[in-house]
């Protein structure tokens, strides 16, 4: 066992074996198919404006005392978005970050290792292509076969996995034609006739996550297959294009193993002006929650307006892909001094 004598915070010579299998195989994934790895910055100006995460916070000095705010950063997807309107085309960027106010154990962890992916002339349907591909491939490297056990289920890796879109799945799992509450007033109403505690200041994703997270997100863990669950509502947009044939519809996907959330995709939203009023949107949505706003990120932004090409990308949790694969249902059981472990929380 390997241990730190100050918290005595033990890991098993095994995992932090399999661990490091898991991340060269990763690469090599990424590697092979002619991705560059990138390097991005971890102490950032502006971090990410999504309005449910929260940055550290901390201080720069220059040499003569001078103060400058800055962030741990939240996700590389700015820096990189920025190096592929420089002409990049195919990247990644595997590494650590950072989100404060999060749970401390489960399925997270404030420092959590993700990899963010991205490649030109491409979609959110052929991000999900490589997300089974490199799945299946890492577990093989690892010597698992195309079926795994987790959380005492079997689970087959198998490519195609299944494609549901969020449409079909609150039609199946919640009896809900989700056309129909495609605003906030009616998805606060129908999550009230639902017997949830809707409130009248709930937002969109407040009443949405009330029926979501209670009758739909938990049956996405019974099958056996994997699930790729597309096509959010626009309010849920973020950083993703309209779909073309439905505008009240985001080219959005969420995949779920074993019931556990492992990423977060998109076909990349490339209009630099529908962007900026997105980033507003969500500074006045931090602002009314009574978070800090930051400024805005004129370079990402000046990105976008330099001819950003049509892209997918996705961030994806290592972690959770190594407690997949090595059957943990804990973070605190795949990573060596969890801030669970370190502060005594």
């Excluded at 198998?158 to 009616?186: C, E």
């Amino acid at each position: 066992m390997c241990y730190d004598e100050a918290d005595m915070t033990i890991i098993s010579r095994d995992i932090l074996k399999k661990r490091a299998k898991i991340i060269s195989a990763i690469r090599d994934f990424f590697n092979i198919r002619d991705f560059l790895e990138v390097e991005t910055p971890t102490l950032v100006k502006c971090p990410g404006m999504e309005p449910y995460l929260n940055p550290f916070e901390t201080v720069l000095w220059d040499e003569q005392g001078h103060e400058f705010p800055a962030y741990l950063t939240t996700s590389p997807e700015y820096a990189m978005k920025k190096l592929l309107a420089g002409g990049l085309e195919k990247i990644y960027c595997l590494g650590k970050v950072f989100r404060n106010n999060e749970p401390l154990g489960g399925t997270h962890n404030p420092e959590f290792t993700m990899i963010e992916w991205y490649r030109i002339k491409a979609d959110y349907f052929d991000v999900m292509k490589d997300v089974e591909e490199m799945v299946f491939e890492v577990a093989r490297v690892l010597g698992l076969g195309p079926q795994i056990n987790y959380a005492g289920r079997t689970i087959d890796l198998m490519p195609p996995w299944t494609r549901l879109s969020m449409r079909a799945a609150w039609q199946k799992y919640a009896d809900v034609n989700l056309d129909d509450f495609l605003d906030r007033g009616k998805m606060i109403m129908l999550a009230r006739e639902k017997g949830y505690d809707a409130k009248d200041d709930d937002t969109f994703d407040d009443a949405f996550f009330r029926i979501f997270l209670t009758e739909i997100e938990p049956a996405l863990s019974i099958g056996e297959r994997p699930v790729f669950l597309y096509d959010y509502p626009v309010q849920m947009a973020a950083l993703s294009e309209k779909c073309v044939q439905d505008p009240h519809y985001a080219q959005r996907f969420e995949v779920y193993v074993g019931g556990m959330e492992l990423g977060n995709a998109f076909t990349e939203l490339r209009d630099a002006d529908e962007q900026e009023r997105r980033l507003r949107e969500e500074q006045d949505l931090r602002r009314a929650l009574g978070k800090k706003v930051f400024e805005i990120d004129r370079d990402f932004l000046n990105a976008l307006r330099s001819g950003f090409p049509p892209t997918g990308g996705i961030a994806f949790g290592v972690d959770r892909l190594v407690m997949l694969l090595l059957n943990k249902q804990k973070i605190d059981e795949v990573i060596f001094n969890s801030t669970g472990e370190l502060f005594g929380a």
